[in-house]
């Protein structure tokens, strides 16, 4: 049997990741998650795990390094890099929303966004027709407006609770997010028999779960 190379986000994602994969029966080993090795080869399973970061996940999976990816739907609308997104695995739920301070003037020109999603950000305000500058950051986004460096943000929403706890206000959800099973189009027509395997695995799990 052809082994096949899966991109983990290294993150909040990773440990739902895991158990998706074990419940779909994929025996993965206890020291899985311990480990800080950055390849974690399951002779077992046929199967072989880098441990990426969650934005570089679909530039493995591009350049074929890696057959499979799992990758937040934030990160493929910001990297649209040439891979197929096979299945929503509907775990990491989340949505990117643009915020700012409560009563913050909302008729600025082109006011300045602070976000880690540029193309995304900029997409969106295109579409609404406006003109914005944005500004790339890397985190603590939420800091931006807080200190003067943009009017608003776009940035991914959980719980709410970090906007809350800065005293900004969600003013429009751009995107619902869930992480989804990618692959490399060579992979995909190669090692089809596995891979649609794997889905339908998954997918089982999945349908269980909704
Ligand atoms: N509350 C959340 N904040 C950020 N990302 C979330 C959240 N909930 C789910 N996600 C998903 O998790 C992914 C980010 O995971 P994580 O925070 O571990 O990575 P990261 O932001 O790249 O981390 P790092 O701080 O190491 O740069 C996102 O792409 C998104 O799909
Ligand atoms: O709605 P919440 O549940 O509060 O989650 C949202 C927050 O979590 C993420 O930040 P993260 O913890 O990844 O830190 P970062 O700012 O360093 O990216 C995201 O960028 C928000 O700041």
Known sequence: ????????????????AVELLRRSGYQLPPEFEASRKLIIEVPEENLRFILAKPMDVPTYVEHGVADLGIAGKDVMLEEERDV?????????????????????????????????????????????????EIIKLNGSIELAPLIGLADRIV?????????????????????????????????????????????????????QND
Do not use: H, W
């Open 1 to 16: 049997m052809r082994d096949l190379t899966i991109a983990m986000p290294k993150g909040r994602i990773f440990e739902e």
């Open 155 to 207: 940035d991914i929403v959980s719980t709410g609770r970090t906007l809350k706890e800065n005293g900004l206000v969600e003013t429009e959800r751009i995107v619902e997010i869930t992480s989804r099973l990618i692959v490399n189009p060579v992979s995909y027509r190669m090692k089809d028999e596995r891979i649609e395997e794997m889905v339908n695995r998954l997918t089982d799990v999945i349908e």
């Open 84 to 132: 197929y997104e096979l299945l929503d695995l509907k775990i990491s739920a989340c949505y990117l929303a643009v915020a700012g301070l409560p009563g913050a003037r909302l008729n600025e020109v082109a006011p300045k966004i602070a976000t880690k999603y540029p193309n995304v950000a900029s997409t969106y305000f295109r579409e609404q027709g406006e003109q914005v």
